[in-house]
């Protein structure tokens, strides 16, 4: 393959083509991106759905299992910041609810005071008259 020029990847089974994908590719220098190794085996983990290397290397183990195990990886990895961010929403929710709680045993218990204290007054008044 050279200049752009479609090429077929694939695999061949006993008799028969297993599987194929259309590949578009050119010659280009490798792209030197600052802070990352290319001994740095975590590159192949991050942007998945887009990580062609990842791709082409669970397709070449022809392995449904893995790669339906690796599918199943991928969503959760999708769902976990989603039920982090859920999590601290509802940790919020906790803490305002118990702020409440709080404010309002407090004023329950000075209302509780001040009708002892009330009481107290009215008793002694009615002992004095």
């Known amino acids: 393959m050279y200049n752009g020029v ?3 990847l694939g695999t061949e089974g006993v ?4 599987f194929a994908r259309e590949l578009f590719a050119s010659l280009q220098r490798a792209i030197n991106v600052p802070r990352i190794s290319d001994k740095d085996l975590k590159i192949l983990t991050q942007d998945l759905p887009f990580n062609f ?16 195990k690796v599918a199943q990886l991928c969503t959760l990895v999708a769902q ?3 039920y982090t961010e859920l999590v601290q929403n509802i940790q919020e929710l906790l803490e305002a609810v118990h702020k409440f709680q709080k404010s309002f045993s407090d004023q329950a218990g000075q209302t509780i005071i001040q009708l ?3 009481k107290h007054q009215m008793e ?3 002992i004095w008259s």
């Open 6 to 8: 479609p090429y077929e």
């Open 15 to 18: 008799g028969q083509q297993q």
């Open 53 to 68: 290397t990842l791709k082409q290397a669970l397709n070449s183990l022809d392995n449904p299992r893995a790669l339906a």
């Open 80 to 82: 976990v910041p989603i």
């Open 116 to 118: 002892e204290a009330m």
């Open 124 to 126: 002694t008044a009615h």
